[in-house]
């Protein structure tokens, strides 16, 4: 059982990703009150929303030198949450400077840009944070349906409308791999938190028919959201048909935040089955660097030839996982 200092609800623990939320909220206030005869209002929501980024920042960087900080036993503030924090609001912040001039182009509503990208950061930040499995689901719900909606913005291009459906489609699909992973996990160890999975695990109980089938639904979840080989295929598409600053930031973001989470589920949960792990992720990472760079020499079009290129970085990121 879980010790009573772990079951606090220590809001220090989510707080950079709280005031992204309530910089959300202030940006769709902002936008609701903004109008013709107000312009200036809605020119004020980039810097609206760079400043709720930069006191998430401070707020990171002020949790940096205290302990360990948990919420419940569900998410954890701790250096490695904190520079994935650090990571997707420098990724966000460009994204919004990248779009003042840009979005505006391809939709009138620039509040919903702002507010859409500020749930997006929120959401991947929380996986970095997360230690539980459920948590792992709401925060990559959180940020894939925002990112759904950033890829179709420019509603007057069909592109744009075809990567937004066809990311949800298959972002959809993907998710029930990750859900019905986690419930494997759930069987077969009795927990959903990394810690006791891994206590679990490590002390040679649990079920290792359901631990092998769920733990391989989760790495096909987490292969969709970082693109990894056979599951990248929408990313090409995506990437072409997002505006181009939402393509910047699903580019930096998504795998960030991918990595962090899959990194914590394999090194804290499961790191008793790496024999059985390794391996797989090593023959995924070799086809996934060289399809993505033989792929990428082909292309004519910029951002195909960036979304290949950033598939066989996610080989290259996931080699150091396999020892």
């Given at each position: 059982?879980p ?7 220590n809001l220090e623990?989510?707080?950079p ?7 959300a909220?202030?940006?769709m ?5 903004g109008?013709?005869q107000r312009p ?8 609206l929303?760079?400043a709720?980024?930069?006191?998430a ?13 948990t919420?419940q ?5 701790d250096?490695f949450?904190l ?5 997707i609001?420098?990724?966000a912040?460009?994204?919004i400077?990248?779009g ?13 840009y702002?507010?859409l990208l500020?749930?997006?950061s ?6 970095g ?9 709401l925060?990559?719900?959180i940020?894939?349906?925002?990112l759904y909606?950033?890829s ?7 592109r ?7 990311y949800f ?6 998710s029930s791999f990750?859900v019905?992973g ?9 927990s959903?938190?990394y810690?006791?999975i891994?206590?679990?695990l490590g002390?040679?109980?649990g079920d ?5 089938f769920?733990l391989?639904l989760?790495?096909v979840?987490f292969?969709f959201k ?7 295929m929408?990313t090409p598409?995506v990437y072409q048909?997002?505006p181009?600053?939402?393509?910047a930031?699903m580019?930096?973001g998504t795998?960030a935040?991918g990595?962090?989470?899959?990194i914590?589920?394999?090194l804290v ?5 790496q024999e ?8 995924i990472?070799?086809i996934?660097?060289?399809?993505g760079?033989l792929s990428a020499?082909?292309?004519s079009s910029?951002?195909?030839m960036l979304?290949?290129s ?9 080699v150091a996982l396999?020892?």
């Amino acid at each position: 059982m879980p010790d009573v200092a772990s079951l606090a609800i220590n809001l220090e623990a989510v707080l950079p990703e709280l005031i992204m939320v309530v910089a959300a909220l202030a940006v769709m206030a902002v936008d609701m009150f903004g109008s013709e005869q107000r312009p200036a209002l809605r020119r004020s929501l980039p810097w609206l929303t760079l400043a709720g980024m930069a006191v998430a920042a401070l707020s990171s960087a002020w949790l940096w030198s205290r302990p360990l900080v948990t919420f419940q036993g569900m998410a954890a503030s701790d250096h490695f949450s904190l520079t994935l924090n650090f990571v997707i609001l420098t990724a966000a912040a460009l994204a919004i400077l990248v779009g003042v001039n840009a979005i505006p182009l391809v939709n009138k509503q620039t509040g919903e840009y702002y507010t859409l990208l500020l749930l997006a950061s929120a959401g991947m930040m929380m996986m970095g944070s997360a230690i539980d499995l459920i948590v792992v689901f709401l925060a990559l719900e959180i940020f894939s349906l925002a990112l759904y909606i950033l890829s179709g913005l420019d509603r007057n291009n069909p592109r744009s409308t075809e990567a937004s459906i066809k990311y949800f489609l298959l972002g959809a699909f993907a998710s029930s791999f990750f859900v019905y992973g986690a419930a494997l996990l759930y069987g077969a160890t009795g927990s959903t938190r990394y810690a006791e999975i891994g206590q679990v695990l490590g002390s040679g109980q649990g079920d290792l028919y359901l631990l092998y089938f769920g733990l391989g639904l989760l790495i096909v979840g987490f292969g969709f959201k970082i693109s990894l080989v056979p599951f990248h295929m929408w990313t090409p598409d995506v990437y072409q048909g997002a505006p181009t600053p939402v393509t910047a930031f699903m580019s930096a973001g998504t795998k960030a935040a991918g990595f962090a989470a899959l990194i914590r589920i394999l090194l804290v949960a499961v790191p008793s089955q790496q024999e059985t792990w390794a391996w797989p992720l090593a023959i995924i990472a070799v086809i996934t660097m060289t399809l993505g760079n033989l792929s990428a020499l082909r292309q004519s079009s910029l951002k195909r030839m960036l979304a290949y290129s950033s598939i066989a970085h996610a080989g290259y990121v996931l080699v150091a996982l396999v020892p």
